[in-house]
């Protein structure tokens, strides 16, 4: 089994930064491709970025091109999303995600929920405005 698991949620104000990280447990190995997905109160939940274990082939949601950066050591089997210039719009619980299934298939894209084999619980981020 895997398991995932999100830390460094909290509250900053807008402008500010955090980081959050994923440790990932079981059978690593298993996993390609991570993903960050994040969830408002009353909205679906929306991809944010997406890293392949492999290539390290990157993706990441419009909204946060050039604020947010996803990063991955498979060493510590941790996943990193570095997030900058924090907006009030960018609060939401954040879900780490990863998936068995390649980068390239051409059935799964990387930035669908619906794709993705195991989940964290979440982290809360809070920005003010």
């Not at 619980?121 to 405005?129: H, I, K, L, N, Y």
């Given at each position: 089994q895997v398991q995932l698991v999100e830390s460094g949620g909290g509250l900053v104000q807008a402008g500010g930064s955090l980081r959050l990280s994923c440790v990932v447990s079981g059978r690593t190995s298993s996993i390609v491709v991570m993903a960050w997905f994040r969830q408002a109160p009353g909205r679906e939940r929306e991809f944010v970025a997406a890293i392949n274990r492999i290539d390290r082939g990157i993706d990441y949601a419009d909204s946060v091109k050039g604020r947010f950066t996803i990063s991955r050591d498979n060493a510590r089997n941790t996943v990193y999303l570095q997030m900058n210039s924090l907006k009030p719009e960018d609060t939401a619980v954040y879900f780490c995600a990863g998936r068995r299934s390649s980068w390239y298939d051409p059935s799964n894209n990387p930035s669908s929920a619906e794709g993705y084999d195991y989940w964290g619980?979440?982290?809360?981020?809070?920005?003010?405005?």
């Open positions: 619980q979440g982290a809360q981020v809070t920005v003010s405005s």
